[in-house]
Antibody, heavy 124, light 107 residues
Framework: QVQLQQWGAGLLKPSETLSLTCAVS????????WNWVRQPPGKGLEWIGE???????YYNPSLKSRVTISVDTSKNQFSLELTSITAADTAVYYC??????????????????WGQGSLVTVSS | DIQMTQSPSTLSASVGDRVTITCRASQSISTWLAWYQQERGKAPKLLIY???TLQSGVPSRFSGSGSGTEFTLTISSLQPDDFATYYC?????????FGQGTKVEIK
């Protein structure tokens, strides 16, 4: 049974850095890509980015300048940092697992498991 | 960037109805499309991937079709658990984009 357990600060001030970590249990950590997705209150889902076990990253172009996703394979964990946050970054943040479609070429597959979500509120 | 447009935004239906949701991509994504169901306050749940492949454990009343730029999610006979919001997502070319969502409400 794959489980994704996430944690991080829930209340931040404008201009601070958002940091979240997701720990994965069950399944093979190395065989997947690891994602962050967010959802502002009452709105739709927005993909933030993803990372492989060796640190290959893909980011949403609209957030790329502020986002860093990192991985710690020794702990089966991956993390999100989002800098210079504003009220517009208030959202529920989800970590998630994505399948990898072996090639050639290697392709990113569907997201199939999600964490429970963490509400991050940005307010002065 | 590939944009995904879902229609309708809201759909009112009754238990037992056949329901169809459409998702259009701004450029061809072959069949690299997934559908998710999200209940209020919960994480999304994968229903369909590669446009038409049913995820393990998902009831067979859910089906997906399409390729290129136009896709549909069909619920053959709406059940009480199906009143939720549905999202399409493309995963072509090392990026992902979600549609804006379709809320299925009780009529």
């Amino acid at each position: 049974q794959v489980q994704l357990q996430q944690w991080g600060a829930g209340l931040l001030k404008p201009s601070e850095t958002l940091s979240l970590t997701c720990a994965v249990s069950g399944g093979t950590f190395s065989a997947y890509y690891w994602n962050w997705v967010r959802q502002p209150p009452g709105k739709g889902l927005e993909w933030i980015g993803e990372i492989s076990r060796v640190g290959t990253t893909y980011y949403n172009p609209s957030l790329k300048s502020r986002v860093t996703i990192s991985v710690d394979t020794s702990k089966n964990q991956f993390s999100l940092e989002l800098t210079s946050i504003t009220a517009a970054d208030t959202a529920v943040y989800y970590c998630a697992r994505a399948q990898v479609i072996l090639g050639p070429p290697l392709r990113l597959g569907q997201i199939d498991y999600w964490g429970q979500g963490s509400l991050v509120t940005v307010s002065s | 960037d590939i944009q995904m447009t879902q229609s309708p935004s809201t759909l009112s239906a009754s238990v037992g109805d056949r329901v169809t949701i459409t998702c259009r991509a701004s450029q061809s994504i072959s069949t690299w499309l997934a559908w998710y169901q999200q209940e209020r306050g919960k994480a999304p749940k994968l229903l369909i991937y590669k446009a038409s492949t049913l995820q393990s454990g998902v009831p067979s009343r859910f089906s997906g079709s399409g390729s290129g730029t136009e896709f549909t999610l069909t619920i053959s006979s709406l059940q009480p658990d199906d009143f939720a919001t549905y999202y399409c997502q493309q995963y072509s070319n090392y990026s992902r984009t979600f549609g804006q969502g379709t809320k299925v409400e009780i009529k």
